[in-house]
């Protein structure tokens, strides 16, 4: 099945990306979450639209993804939410969250480019990814706390 990815797929390709994928993969996953659609001659005039979307988000230089690898890994990220007694949240953080703890931190990130292993509902530390650029990734170190 030929598809043109609209999101960031990890293992898969960027946005505006033309892939063939099998057939249950894409009618299962990628469509429904609408992370691609179908190829077809008119969407694929629509992939320099998507591509010129996705280079002005991008960080260009890999000096700049450097520095900010490197404001993000300098210091724990604080995220206050509501929580139980018990420490366990009402919900989860959400690379929503996340995302502004870290412009408040100084680094605009897109939301996108977020990893979370597990969905976090518990306070304390937990270890986040970030891909900056393709070549760099940070490990950001996030603390969840209570809000008050």
């Given at each position: 099945m030929k598809l043109i990815l609209t999101h960031e797929v990890s293992n898969l390709g960027e946005p505006g990306d033309v892939v063939d994928v099998k057939d249950g993969y894409g009618r299962n996953f990628l469509l429904p979450r609408h992370y691609a659609i179908r190829w077809t001659k008119g969407a694929a005039r629509q992939v320099e639209s998507i591509k010129a979307a996705r280079d002005s988000r991008a960080v260009h230089d890999l000096e700049e993804a450097q520095q900010i690898k490197g404001?993000?890994?300098?210091?724990?990220?604080?995220?206050?939410?509501?929580?139980?007694?018990s420490g366990r949240l009402f919900g989860a953080v959400t690379v929503t969250d996340i995302a502004a703890a870290l412009e408040e931190a100084g680094a605009v990130v897109d939301k996108r480019r977020i990893e979370v292993g597990n969905p976090i509902?518990?306070?304390?530390?937990?270890?986040?990814?970030?891909?900056?650029?393709?070549e760099v990734v940070a490990n950001v170190?996030?603390?969840?706390?209570?809000s008050k």
């Amino acid at each position: 099945m030929k598809l043109i990815l609209t999101h960031e797929v990890s293992n898969l390709g960027e946005p505006g990306d033309v892939v063939d994928v099998k057939d249950g993969y894409g009618r299962n996953f990628l469509l429904p979450r609408h992370y691609a659609i179908r190829w077809t001659k008119g969407a694929a005039r629509q992939v320099e639209s998507i591509k010129a979307a996705r280079d002005s988000r991008a960080v260009h230089d890999l000096e700049e993804a450097q520095q900010i690898k490197g404001r993000l890994e300098a210091e724990p990220v604080n995220v206050s939410v509501q929580a139980g007694e018990s420490g366990r949240l009402f919900g989860a953080v959400t690379v929503t969250d996340i995302a502004a703890a870290l412009e408040e931190a100084g680094a605009v990130v897109d939301k996108r480019r977020i990893e979370v292993g597990n969905p976090i509902k518990a306070l304390g530390a937990h270890d986040i990814t970030v891909r900056v650029h393709p070549e760099v990734v940070a490990n950001v170190r996030l603390n969840v706390v209570a809000s008050k």
